[in-house]
């Protein structure tokens, strides 16, 4: 009998073993397998990580994403990192936490770290080398407003509103509000955010002045026709049903939120008043950098790998899935998607194709391009945020210790190296893209010229 038990029980080990050999075989065709992640990892150039745990903060938004997936695809191990990440309240505690050193690094708004380098708000020393995305804003009002608004937008042959919509046609909501003697509210997230730039350079490209700041009142709401207030972007859409403001901008999925519950309208996207326009960024302290330079340098490979993985074809669906989980940001994957995966809805039922409203690595999103921060520098001082005159070098200066395409590109470099990235995706560049009118008022940006692009606006500062 002992022998019989034997014999089975060698034979079944026997059958076990072919069959995991031979489905071994079988799964090295496969792209999902546990033997394929092995296969990825042996070729990471793995450095010599000096700080391999850490903590990283976020927004509940979806530009979030390039962290999200580094994560959970695995792309941080990858690297010999093992990270933490942790949404945070609201962009405020977000800079202070990385600034204090409870945070080794945190998605921000672009602005965030330019504005710390250059005087505005609480000052530090902060770097990125990793910008997270384009475009993936928008700016909505509330129904009532746009029932106003609807009259004045032309419409085409099905009589859908043609888009971009200009602040034009909300002008004369304005004035309605301004005779009725009420103010005309609208949200955005922080005062040094693409949002509060992206509202105030469409509502001046009509002509509505959106207030300034000087150095004494930072309210930026001097001689404002429409008041503009800081809103953490989850809360945009409660504010917006509560009356308390009449429209905001913020990422998604707060406009879509705002379309399924039925309370709003967005009217127009950021890639509608800047095409291809950068938005979130990764940011690191200097001293972190210095002090850890290998880790900097893993740290941007994982997340390029990230935003290359989310712009593949095919791959949003998944993306959606990762970012409806409640430790990211929490969304009902419907309402997520209706954005993420190549569309966007204007009034209900009005949904368009929108390939670009996110883009995580194509138009090479991810690398830190001057011109792109030194954008940001323009409107902190055409609305007063920067109270004095800068001369044209200072923009330059000023960005070049801020943004570090030096780090990018070592990062990049080794990417190439590993078979992760194609050679082509690293751009031949000086850190400016060159002169664009890609804005909803035709308006030319060329960053080598930030002072005559500053004068160029009827609205705002003017400089010699």
Request: net charge neutral.
């Amino acid at each position: 009998m002992k022998k019989l038990f034997k014999k089975s029980t060698y034979i079944l080990c026997t059958a076990i073993l072919m069959f995991a050999c031979g489905n071994k075989e079988t799964k090295k065709e496969g792209t999902t397998t546990t033997e394929n992640v092995e296969v990825e990892k042996s070729k990471t150039k793995r450095l010599d990580i000096e700080k391999p745990q850490l903590t990283f903060g976020f927004i509940k938004l979806t530009d979030m994403a390039p962290l999200a997936i580094a994560k959970e695809k695995g792309f941080f191990e990858d690297e010999g990192l093992f990270v933490s990440v942790e949404a945070q309240s609201n962009w405020k505690n977000v800079l202070d936490r990385v600034i204090d050193g409870q945070l080794d690094g945190s998605h921000m708004l672009a602005g965030q770290p330019i504005a710390a380098g250059a005087g505005f708000g609480r000052q530090a020393k902060l770097v990125t080398a990793f910008s997270m995305d384009l475009n993936g804003n928008a700016i909505t009002v509330s129904n009532d407003v746009w029932s106003k608004m609807k009259p004045n937008v032309p419409t085409d042959n099905n009589g859908l509103p043609i888009h971009p919509i200009k602040a034009d046609a909300l002008k004369p909501v304005i004035t309605e509000y301004k005779n009725a003697g009420k103010a005309f509210k609208m949200g955005m997230v922080f005062p040094v955010s693409t949002h509060n730039y992206e509202i105030r350079y469409w509502l001046a490209a009509a002509g509505i002045n959106p207030g300034m700041y000087t150095k004494e009142n930072v309210q930026g709401q001097i001689d404002a026709e429409v008041l503009l207030s800081v809103t953490p972007p989850p809360q945009m859409p409660a504010t917006l049903e509560a009356g308390t403001i009449h429209g905001y901008c913020v990422g998604e999925p707060w406009n879509q939120q705002a379309v399924f519950k039925g309370i709003g309208v967005p009217v127009v996207t950021n890639y509608d008043i800047w095409k291809n326009n950068p938005e979130k960024v990764f940011v690191m302290t200097q001293k972190f950098v210095d002090e850890n330079p290998n880790t900097a340098i893993a740290v941007t490979k994982a997340l390029i790998r990230a935003g290359k993985w989310l712009d593949e074809p095919g791959n949003r669906a998944e993306a959606v899935k990762i970012l409806s989980m409640s430790q990211y940001v929490g969304a009902p994957e419907a309402v997520l998607a209706n954005s993420m995966t190549g569309t966007f809805e204007f009034e209900k039922g009005d949904k368009r194709k929108m390939e670009d409203f996110n883009v995580f690595y194509k138009y090479n999103a991810t690398y830190p391009f001057y011109s792109d921060g030194i954008w940001f520098l323009t409107q902190m001082r055409r609305w007063g945020q920067i109270p004095e005159t800068k001369s044209a070098d200072w923009y330059a200066s000023t960005i070049k210790n801020i943004y570090r395409p030096d780090i990018w590109k070592k990062a990049a470099t080794l990417l190439v190296e590993e078979g992760n990235i194609p050679a082509k995706d690293i751009p031949s560049t000086d850190g400016y893209k060159p002169a664009t009118a890609d804005f909803i008022d035709g308006t030319i940006y060329n960053a080598k010229d930030p002072l005559g692009y500053i004068n160029s606006f009827k609205i705002g500062n003017k400089d010699k």
